[in-house]
């Protein structure tokens, strides 16, 4: 069964850092584009970052790029989200997603099979 768990999140004071994890169990057969995305209590779930299998092309959306890297390691099933230079507007819940197909590196939502439950990230001003 394919499950992702989402560990990291919590509350830090702006300009600090915090590092997400995704552990991803049941995609073993295949080799997944792994997402993290986020969202805020009435609004959309938002892209983020995703990353390729090979990892050598990362994707940014504009409000996070040169302040989060997204970074993977396969041999144990992992994704990675460093986040620095956190700001009140990156406080959500941070969600990781993954594309088991062959279909290339997506940013929305509908381009994403599996999801975590996701991990609170508050960022205080």
């Known amino acids: 069964q394919e499950q992702l768990v989402e560990s990291g999140g919590g509350l830090v004071q702006a300009g600090g850092s915090l590092r997400l994890s995704c552990a991803a169990s049941g995609l073993t057969f295949s080799r997944p584009v792994m997402g993290w995305f986020r969202q805020t209590p009435g609004t959309e779930r938002e892209f983020v970052a995703a990353i390729s299998w090979s990892g050598i092309t990362p994707y940014y959306a504009d409000s996070v790029k040169g302040r989060f890297t997204i970074s993977r390691d396969n041999a144990k099933n992992m994704v990675y989200l460093q986040m620095n230079s956190l700001k009140p507007e990156d406080t959500a819940v941070y969600h990781c997603?993954?594309?088991?197909?062959?279909?290339?590196?997506?940013?929305?939502?509908?381009?994403?099979?599996?999801w975590g439950q996701g991990t609170q990230v508050t960022v205080s001003s």
């Open positions: 997603a993954a594309d088991p197909s062959a279909r290339g590196v997506g940013t929305t939502r509908s381009a994403y099979n599996y």
